[in-house]
């Protein structure tokens, strides 16, 4: 090899400058896709929640239904053995 050779690459200032520019502009869109995502995840937490507490609620409901529908079965199942028997 003569020393009249160039060996490796040239880079100018102007390509690392363009190149800097570009990782900014990435970096920033990352930036404000990551803000929605926060937002978006906390908005599906409260839904979450809002609809964990509804159905608590409905749940508990429908327990105190079941169990009236059950006292007042009992009490016409006991009522019809006793005019059956006498």
């Known amino acids: 090899?003569?020393?009249?050779e160039q060996v490796g690459v040239v880079v100018t200032l102007r390509m690392i400058y363009e190149t800097?520019?570009?990782?900014?502009?990435t970096v920033q869109r990352i930036d404000t896709t990551l803000g929605e995502v926060?937002?978006?995840?906390?908005?599906?937490?409260?839904?979450i929640r809002t609809l964990e507490q509804s159905?608590?609620?409905?749940?508990g409901k429908l327990a105190g239904i079941a169990a009236t529908l059950?006292?007042?079965?009992?009490?016409l199942f006991t009522f019809a053995l006793s005019q059956i028997g006498g």
């Open 38 to 47: 926060v937002k978006d995840q906390a908005d599906h937490e409260d839904r």
């Open 20 to 25: 800097v520019r570009g990782v900014e502009q």
């Open 1 to 4: 090899m003569s020393e009249d």
């Open 70 to 75: 059950g006292v007042i079965g009992g009490g």
């Open 55 to 59: 159905n608590g609620k409905l749940t």
